[in-house]
């Protein structure tokens, strides 16, 4: 859904529904259950606030299983008008790092939803926070069945640090 921020009202412009935003996703697994989203203008800049809500199918860091997460980040963001090229270079503070820009008098929703459920997505995820993983032997995934397979032997160039650290602690 692209914005023409000239066209948003003095008032705001008020989204709301999943179904306002059909598919703003590139992966289409990715599904949008909540969207409110309020849209105003601040002299030249837009302000976009409000709440999503996005299931994602994700595979465990641990366990290799899929499963889907739900996110639900708050939204906060402030564009302004895209700096024209070849003028003088701008240089950005630490108040500009929430700072995006649009162009062509246009704001594109999709991208900022995308985005912000993007950033939401935990880094290594977890099916649960329990999660036995896959046994280093024989792979097997420790949540589902009970492997019998011994411990896994130490390395053996860790054997020198091994015969130190006992002659370390004799002293």
Not at 10 to 30: K, T, V
Not at 48 to 76: M, N
Not at 159 to 169: E, F, H, N, P, T
């Amino acid at each position: 859904m692209v914005i023409r921020v000239s066209e948003i009202p003095d008032d705001g412009l008020s989204i709301e529904g999943a179904d306002r935003l059909p598919q703003p996703f590139r992966d289409h697994s990715w599904r949008l259950e909540e969207l409110s989203l309020l849209v105003e203008r601040d002299d030249r800049d837009v302000v976009v606030r409000g709440r999503i809500a996005v299931s994602v199918p994700q595979v465990c860091g641990r366990c290799l299983e899929r499963f889907p997460t739900r996110v639900a980040p708050e939204v906060q963001a402030r564009f302004s008008p895209r700096p024209e090229r070849g003028k003088e270079p701008i240089e950005l503070g630490s108040d500009d790092l929430e700072l995006d820009f649009y162009s062509d008098d246009s704001l594109d929703l999709a991208q900022l939803v995308e985005t912000e459920a993007d950033l939401a997505l935990p880094m290594k995820p977890l099916c649960r926070a329990d999660c036995r993983g896959l046994c280093p032997t024989c792979g097997g995934n420790r949540n589902v069945v009970e492997c019998d397979c011994a411990g896994r032997a130490p390395d053996p160039r860790f054997a020198v640090l091994k015969d130190l650290a006992g002659r370390l602690s004799g002293q």
